[in-house]
């Protein structure tokens, strides 16, 4: 069965297993202990960190592991932020981060700091202008992912990265999408990275702080990891973790032209083969095995149910496959379509023939969904010029197949209002009228929900 969800944990790498039992004999014990036994250990620890610091492009004393690549984060950013609690208490972070930096800064936000939330462009990324519009003389530190987990949109985390270095301001950077690729560009001041998103074992994170950053432990003091990671050690982990890195960095560049290639393949036959369909995120700027495209009247979570009942393993940042019945925070951020989104990221190794089986049944499967949603008759009231909708309690795609069948019947210049309550349509209809080439006027209060009103125009 094919498994294209790397972006979320890729395979275990054949080295991540082969070091994890070989040193499972071998790491088990205490490594701050002097006997036999904990002088093996510390060898191994000591080995894992020089090669994680090549790895990264930093110095060994600079790297600590920690128990998850979100706890890397979550120590990170609190960390930067308490140890320049004199400089300020402002925090920099792009609208499309991972959830876990958001979360740092919505904590953050809670104590009395203030946050800058920098907006992307359609196609996921910020611009390194923004970033130093954002900058302020109270700024203690801002925040740059290496690149979209969701959309595998590039950062210009280096452009970022020099414009903090003159204002002064340490870059958070999270690498954990990226590292497994190369190392991160740029003068940046922290960075943190997850073991399980480039083939190592899950519970393993990298947390960097270079010399010269004033940072603070949050938390009770812990003489482990430099005081910036408390708790015991996973050793045989770090040890996987570490070995796997070194291990897809050989094989990255040949693997990332081949599988640049194959996700090229991707976005040209979706868009060709796929009704309705929006192809997301940078065209080249991006990571080599991500693809994330939103189709059009179709309900994401059936979509993805049928695509496993096909033998593919896809993910999606799509309202309709959450429990929050909100759209994901990046593609809202971008201003793209988010019903029936799918993000398929191809691990290391897939073969071409699934690419093309998943190639010949997406469409089909496609259209097969929407043939079991139907098209519903909406409730229409008509005006001069004016058609009302009510799409209220009915959720995405429903309010724009709604809107769909119902745009031909006012004239051209006239308007249809859809009243709706669903979060996801002040995302999808905008986005619908951007690929329809019909105007969104924008969107007004009602006694329930809200009331999106739409112009024809062809």
């Known amino acids: 069965m094919p498994y294209f969800d790397a972006a979320s944990a890729a395979p275990l790498h054949p080295v991540a297993r082969q070091a994890l039992l070989a040193s499972l004999d071998e790491g088990w014990a205490d490594p701050a202990r002097l006997y036999r036994e904990g002088r093996r250990a510390r060898l191994l620890l000591d080995a894992s960190r020089e090669a994680a610091a090549e790895a990264v492009g930093c110095r060994p004393d600079e790297v600590v592991f920690t128990p998850s690549g979100t706890r890397a984060v979550h ?88 414009a903090c270095r003159e204002a002064g301001v340490p870059l958070f950077v999270d690498a954990a999408q ?36 004033r940072f603070a432990p949050e938390g009770p003091a812990d003489e482990r990891e430099s005081g910036r990671a408390a708790g015991f050690e996973n050793i045989p982990a770090i040890v996987a973790a570490v070995a796997s890195l070194r291990a897809v960095r050989t094989e990255a560049a040949a693997e990332a032209a081949r599988l640049r290639e194959l996700t ?4 040209a036959a979706v868009a060709r083969t796929v009704p309705d369909v929006e192809v997301v995120g940078d065209a080249e700027r991006r990571l080599p095995g991500i693809v994330t495209f939103s189709c059009l009247y179709v309900d994401g979570e059936t979509l993805l149910h049928e695509l496993d009942r096909e033998g593919f393993s896809v993910s999606s940042g799509s309202s309709c496959t959450s429990s929050t019945l909100t759209p994901s925070h990046v593609l809202r951020a971008m201003g793209v379509l988010s019903e029936g989104n799918v993000r398929v990221s191809l691990p290391p190794g897939t073969a071409e023939e699934d690419v093309e089986r998943f190639l010949a049944v997406l469409p089909g499967v496609v259209a097969g969904v929407r043939d079991k949603l139907g098209t519903p008759t909406p409730t229409a009231v008509t005006g001069e010029d004016e058609l009302v909708v009510d799409a209220l309690g009915k959720l995405c795609p429903l309010p724009v197949i709604e809107l769909a069948k119902v745009i031909g019947d006012v004239p051209v210049g006239g308007t249809v209002r859809i009243l709706a309550d669903d979060e996801a349509a002040r995302l999808d209809i905008p986005a619908w009228c951007q690929m329809r080439g019909q105007e969104y006027v924008g969107e007004e209060p009602a006694d329930r929900g809200s009331a999106h009103l739409v112009r024809r125009l062809v």
């Open 75 to 162: 120590s990170g950013v609190a960390g930067a932020l308490a140890g320049r609690r004199r400089a300020g208490r402002h925090l920099i972070v792009s609208a499309v981060e991972h959830s876990s930096v958001l979360h740092s800064a919505g904590a953050f936000e809670s104590a009395g700091g203030t946050v800058t939330r920098v907006p992307v462009l359609r196609s996921g990324a910020v611009t390194a202008a923004s970033y130093a519009g954002a900058l302020r003389p109270d700024t203690a530190l801002a925040c740059l992912q290496s690149a979209n987990h969701e959309v595998g949109t590039e950062q210009p985390v280096a452009e970022v990265a020099e």
């Open 178 to 213: 990226s590292l497994g690729w190369g190392p991160v560009a740029g003068p940046w001041s922290l960075l943190a990275a997850s073991a399980h998103k480039w083939g190592g074992p899950s519970g393993v994170g990298l947390l960097v702080v270079r010399k010269g950053v």
């Open 264 to 267: 090229g393949r991707i976005r």
